[in-house]
């Protein structure tokens, strides 16, 4: 053969074995700060998941992805009560008013109409307010419904539990000036809009606890509840078009406390699960990538990372207002440009949740998601 042939021949090879390395080296969008976050994606703990994590498909050089701010890179997340002032807020919070005796009840994992019905048929309070929401602009009826069994066939059970759960809640909340009910308001949207969302990735996925996972979502605001209802003066996080980051760093600074904290003491109050006590006690590390570092099981971790990215696109719709629908092709600080998702892209591929990526693609979820956004009515 002669020689040039050869020469050439080993050159597009060289050629392509340079283009296979130059693409695996970018295969993540944002190289990873922790070792731990470079092992193999969890691929069994997680109920209903396939055997594979599907990575982003968008390869960007992690050169052109900025560095986070200066603040969250120094950010020191409170993970207990540690002095004085953080045992005040506590007493605050656990002051509140007692929480609604059938909170408890609604968080178990309810599949059957007649045992939601049987709950919350006791409080007739619940039964009216169900039965508003499910006439309400939310669902565009043709045809209103008059009866608590009607509203559950037509919700569905967990649409209807989480709609007793966010007026269960409601209970402890008392409102001292129009800027703190503004602000609940935004938080009872956006707790909605979370279980909602959350129950639609979950469904596409296929994932065997869709509604355990909803739940989590809807809960993953029970600590702005509390802490708002504790100190009013907090309102203003929430309606200055905050982003996620600025809100837990700002009341941090103000009350020396945060959302996981006051969640986690409120769900200790109302005798939640153990599981979910927990889960709420953690919904703040996948912000600095400590979750790893907790005592959860992988398993539970994985619902963390679930309902914190879930809630965290939700608050770019709700409190930041950055976006009008879920405009994303991509959990990730990339695409955000949100402090609170800087680990992003790394935890999600590591908890096998890639696929999640797909999801926010498809012209179906962006449609349905979409239809809900606009029935909340945000601007009223």
């Known amino acids: 053969m002669p020689l040039d042939i050869i020469?050439?021949?080993?050159?597009?090879?060289?050629?392509?074995?340079?283009?296979?390395?130059?693409?695996?080296?970018?295969?993540?969008t944002i190289a990873t700060k922790n070792p731990k976050l470079k092992s193999t994606i969890n691929t069994t703990t997680f109920s209903g998941l396939g055997e594979a994590s599907e990575p982003s498909p968008k390869l960007r050089n992690p050169k052109d992805v900025p560095d986070p701010s200066e603040d969250f890179i120094n950010f020191i997340l409170l993970e207990d009560i540690v002095d004085e002032k953080q045992r005040k807020q506590f007493d605050s919070a656990t002051g509140l008013k007692k929480p609604h005796p059938l909170l408890m009840s609604l968080t178990r994992n309810i599949n059957d109409p007649k045992e939601l019905l049987n709950i919350i048929k006791n409080d007739p309070e619940l039964v009216v307010k169900v039965i508003n929401v499910a006439n309400s602009s939310l669902f565009a009826l043709r045809k209103s419904i008059t009866t608590i069994n009607h509203a559950i066939v037509y919700l569905g059970v967990l649409q209807a539990k989480n709609i007793a759960m966010q007026f269960a809640l409601d209970r402890s909340a008392d409102f001292v000036n129009d800027e703190q009910k503004r602000a609940y308001h935004k938080i009872w949207k956006a707790s909605f809009l979370a279980s909602s969302i959350g129950l639609l990735i979950a469904k596409?996925?296929?994932?065997?606890?869709?509604?355990?996972?909803?739940?989590?979502?809807?809960?993953?605001?029970?600590?702005?509840?509390?802490?708002?209802?504790?100190?009013p003066k907090i309102a203003k996080y929430y309606l200055n078009?905050?982003?996620?980051?600025?809100r837990v760093k700002g009341i941090q600074n103000e009350l020396g406390t945060?959302?996981?904290?006051?969640?986690?003491?409120?769900?200790?109050?109302?005798?939640?699960?153990?599981?979910?006590?927990?889960?709420?006690?953690?919904?703040?590390?996948?912000?600095?990538?400590?979750?790893?570092?907790s005592e959860l099981s992988k398993e539970q971790q994985t619902v963390v990372i679930f309902s914190y990215y879930v809630s965290r696109m939700t608050d770019l719709i709700i409190f930041q207002r950055?976006?009008?629908?879920?405009?994303?092709?991509?959990?990730?600080?990339a695409e955000t440009r949100c402090d609170s998702f800087f680990y992003a892209q790394a935890q999600i591929e590591y908890y096998g949740l890639g696929r999640i990526?797909?999801?926010?693609?498809k012209a179906r979820f962006k449609q349905e998601v979409s239809a809900l956004i606009e029935n909340l009515r945000l601007d009223e």
């Open 204 to 231: 596409d996925l296929k994932l065997d606890n869709s509604a355990e996972l909803s739940t989590r979502c809807l809960l993953d605001y029970l600590g702005d509840i509390s802490l708002l209802t504790a100190q």
């Open 258 to 293: 945060n959302t996981a904290i006051m969640g986690k003491t409120f769900a200790i109050n109302a005798q939640l699960p153990d599981q979910i006590i927990d889960s709420i006690g953690a919904s703040l590390l996948p912000m600095l990538n400590k979750l790893t570092d």
């Open 357 to 361: 990526n797909s999801t926010l693609r």
């Open 241 to 246: 078009h905050a982003t996620h980051f600025e």
């Open 7 to 28: 020469i050439n021949s080993i050159a597009i090879v060289g050629l392509i074995l340079v283009l296979l390395l130059y693409r695996m080296s970018k295969k993540s």
């Open 322 to 333: 950055s976006m009008k629908h879920i405009d994303l092709d991509e959990i990730s600080f």
